[in-house]
T-cell receptor, first 112, second 113 residues
Framework: AQSVSQHNHHVILSEAASLELGCNYS??????LFWYVQYPGQHLQLLLK??????LVKGIKGFEAEFIKSKFSFNLRKPSVQWSDTAEYFC??????????FGPGTSLSVIP | DGGITQSPKYLFRKEGQNVTLSCEQN?????MYWYRQDPGQGLRLIYY???????QKGDIAEGYSVSREKKESFPLTVTSAQKNPTAFYLC????????????FGSGTRLTVV
């Protein structure tokens, strides 16, 4: 069965630290990949997406992610986090059958 | 403005009762999805539908049922067979074949007492 895993359940960083959140998926076919963010008390928002082309994609608020097909990974990065980045981050994979599966989420806490 | 409307925002039901959550979109999206969000478990797919009159089970379909009689509407019924129905339910839609992500509804928080 297809699945999405995220490496960390909860990450705590100080402001200005670099961030990398891991995401791996299990599906052998063509995928589209997404990272979503949910700020406290708010709805899910799309951070960035990969459909094809350059495997390094840039999203909003300084986030980027790299698709490594051989590793079935789509890790999210940000060079310098801010307190306002405190949120829950979800990786999602859309299979060729339009089935979209989310990872369990990583809760990020940024300490001022 | 186009979007997805979920109603109601909060719903309380007694144990053993079926309850139907509404999801309507005016985005002309083909595909619609229902997810359940529980603390520490992220979003789990309940059902999804790519076209009218067709839908597929997700990972946790037991105890739920859906219908897709119209492109705009994808109601979810939480039946009495669902063992732990108290959760936050999110509806989403997507235009197949396009490089866009989902559009999410605002969610319905269901509490069964």
């Amino acid at each position: 069965a297809q699945s999405v895993s995220q490496h960390n359940h909860h990450v705590i960083l100080s402001e200005a630290a670099s961030l990398e959140l891991g995401c791996n998926y299990s599906y052998g076919g063509t995928v589209n990949l997404f990272w979503y963010v949910q700020y406290p008390g708010q709805h899910l928002q799309l951070l960035l997406k990969y459909f094809s082309g350059d495997p390094l994609v840039k999203g909003i608020k300084g986030f980027e992610a790299e698709f490594i097909k051989s590793k079935f990974s789509f890790n999210l990065r940000k060079p310098s986090v801010q307190w306002s980045d405190t949120a829950e981050y979800f990786c999602a994979v859309k299979t060729s059958y339009d089935k979209v599966i989310f990872g369990p989420g990583t809760s990020l806490s940024v300490i001022p | 403005d186009g979007g997805i409307t979920q109603s109601p925002k909060y719903l309380f039901r007694k144990e053993g009762q079926n309850v139907t959550l509404s999801c309507e979109q005016n985005l002309n999206h083909d595909a619609m999805y229902w997810y359940r969000q529980d603390p520490g478990q992220g979003l789990r797919l309940i059902y999804y539908s790519q076209i009218v009159n067709d839908f597929q089970k997700g990972d946790i379909a037991e105890g739920y049922s859906v219908s897709r009689e119209k492109k705009e509407s994808f109601p979810l019924t939480v039946t009495s067979a669902q063992k732990n129905p108290t959760a936050f339910y999110l509806c989403a839609s997507y235009k197949t074949g396009t490089p866009y992500g989902y559009t999410f509804g605002s969610g319905t928080r269901l509490t069964v007492v």
